[in-house]
């Protein structure tokens, strides 16, 4: 199964992170299939962090999932992707509880 996760780079008092999708199977700092973007923590407020937002959507469109740090990430980036998998969220749980219902 894919995953959307933080990848670690950097030396360890100045770590930098990639957004990388890639196995659940590979190690944190493993082979990745595609950068989506970084985060440095080191950096200005406003060049600190940067998502390829159509990429990103392709992948959560393709089933991939997104890890806890890399979904707080994107909702300070690009909150109407996080927006958006909460409604697909609560669509299909509604959808469960329909159909549980009628049974």
């Not at 937002?53 to 996080?82: C, N, Y």
């Amino acid at each position: 199964m894919l995953v959307i996760r933080l990848r670690q780079q950097g030396a360890n008092s100045r770590q930098s992170f990639r957004l990388v999708v890639t196995d659940e199977r590979n190690p944190r700092d493993g082979k990745y299939i595609e950068m989506l973007g970084w985060y440095n923590p080191f950096g200005a407020e406003m060049k600190n962090l940067q998502i390829d937002v159509p990429r990103l959507q392709h992948w959560l469109d393709m089933g991939a999932t997104i890890s806890d740090r890399a979904k707080a990430l994107v909702k300070r980036f690009a909150p109407e992707v996080v927006q958006q998998l909460t409604q697909k969220k609560v669509a299909k749980m509604t959808k469960k509880r329909t159909r549980r219902k009628k049974e």
